[in-house]
């Protein structure tokens, strides 16, 4: 191991790091060899899906042109469709770059789906934070669900974590959809391995057989070498600027799973009778393929990452979430910096070592819809693409940092060193002040 985890690798000036820093990495570095292999078992299997998929597909030169206008007879777009519906064990897709968000992804499939006096019922707690307001959990008269008639209701999960199946058993009944958000968002709760998601299904389809389970698998994505889909979700849905867009995708969403559903979403997607048959593809057709086929060892760079930040910060005394030996369900990771000092410092030291806007200096802002300052570090080639290097706290205790994303773990790792020499240098580093 020595002579691959060189403790001094670093030679470029402008790279100089603390040598106490160093070593600890060189150790950290050590201590994650074996979570390394278990990530690229994770990458080849899952890779090993994706070329498949292109393959069965016959996906062509042409398909990596886009088109305009209408966009109708898109054999790139329909053909990716058929690529990731292979990728998650599906009926049928819907990828676009077109979806802005996903949070638009996620609100385009609740529409397409529910009815007014239709029920929704959250089985994992609050939803992530921007589905407040499409659900009208805050905020009314802006064409949310509850402006529609929807239902809402939701099981909190449980003091440890866990999902709490009595409950679900007693609030799932009538409901028309189930809701699931696999990755722990910005909250402490731990992110579900697909075991636990499909744990949850069993409990729900159980008590009411009927009921459309929907996961949120934004971060979730190539993480593990099953799906939520392949565990019994009826749709499943994510983000292209996080793990299925390998980085390369400049934007957009998809939503997987049973066809009559995904039918249904693809009328709200357009409008009903036109549905998935229009819908230019403009150029990003080609970014969508390559993003897919890299995407499996992006996001095992991701969480090489991840698990390095996770060992190294433990080791200097952070503790993390999740920690150093338990089961990753998404590639994110926050570190309890304890101190606004620290963690604008551990901030800065991210964008300082980011390929794009290095030279930027990130500040606590009042963002809208939190009540208090938040600091955001992203220095990525995809505006706000959080599948790249990137963190992002609120100023309130604990001081958390939400890690995630690393393109390469090369440059990953280096991120993660420079935004330890900052809080060193800030006289913010715990165990050297
Ligand atoms: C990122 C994310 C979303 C969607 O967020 P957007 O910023 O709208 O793309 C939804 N749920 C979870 C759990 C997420 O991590």
Request: charged share 25%; net charge negative.
């Amino acid at each position: 191991m020595a002579e691959i985890y060189d403790p001094k690798p670093v030679t470029i000036p402008g790279f100089e790091f603390e040598e106490r820093i160093i070593k600890a990495a060189a150790r950290a570095e050590e201590e994650c060899s074996a979570d390394f292999k278990e990530i690229e078992r994770t990458a080849r299997i899952n890779g090993e899906r994706v070329l498949r998929a292109f393959i069965n597909n016959k996906v062509s030169a042409a398909c990596l042109n886009g088109s305009t206008g209408y966009g109708y007879g898109d054999t790139g777009r329909d053909t990716l469709d058929k690529v990731y519906a292979e990728v998650f064990g599906t009926e049928d897709a819907i990828v676009r770059a077109t979806i802005a968000s996903g949070t638009a992804a996620l609100t385009t499939a609740l529409f397409g789906i529910l009815r007014p006096g239709d029920k929704i019922v959250s089985l994992t707690g609050s939803p992530y934070d921007t589905l407040e307001e499409v659900i009208g959990i805050r905020g009314k008269g802006n064409g949310s669900l509850a402006d529609f008639g929807v239902i809402y209701d939701q099981v909190e999960m449980k003091a440890d974590g866990k999902p709490n199946v009595a409950e679900i058993f007693q609030k799932v009944k009538g409901a028309k959809i189930a809701y699931i958000q696999r990755s722990r968002g910005y909250s402490l709760r731990p992110s579900l391995t697909v075991d636990a998601v499909g744990e949850i299904i069993k409990a729900a389809k159980g008590a009411e057989p009927s009921v459309i389970v929907m996961v949120d698998n934004c971060y979730g994505e190539f993480v593990e070498t099953s799906e939520p889909s392949r565990v019994g979700a009826d749709l499943i849905v994510g983000s292209l600027i996080k793990n299925p867009g390998g980085g390369i995708a400049h934007s957009g969403g998809y939503i997987a799973g049973r066809s009559d559903l995904v039918e249904l979403v693809s009328y709200r997607l357009t409008c009903p009778g036109v549905g998935r048959e229009a819908g230019a593809s403009f150029d990003e057709n080609r970014p969508l393929y390559q993003g897919l086929f890299m995407a499996p060892d992006v996001t095992a760079a991701a969480l090489k990452t991840a698990v390095f930040t996770t060992r190294l910060m433990t080791m200097l005394g952070y503790k993390c979430y999740p920690q150093p030996d338990e089961r990753r369900g998404d590639i994110i990771t926050s570190v309890i910096l304890g101190d606004p000092g620290a963690l604008t410092a551990f901030c800065r030291g991210i964008q300082k070592g980011s390929p794009i806007d290095s030279f930027v200096t990130p500040e606590p802002w009042d963002m809208p819809g939190y009540d208090s300052q938040v600091i955001m570090a992203a220095g990525a080639f995809n505006n706000g693409a959080s599948v790249e290097l990137s963190a992002d706290g609120p100023l309130r205790e604990p001081y958390a940092a939400y890690v995630q994303g690393g393109l390469t773990y090369t440059t990953g790792r280096l991120g993660i060193l420079c935004a330890l020499q900052e809080m060193y240098e800030k006289g913010e580093l715990k165990l050297f002040i």
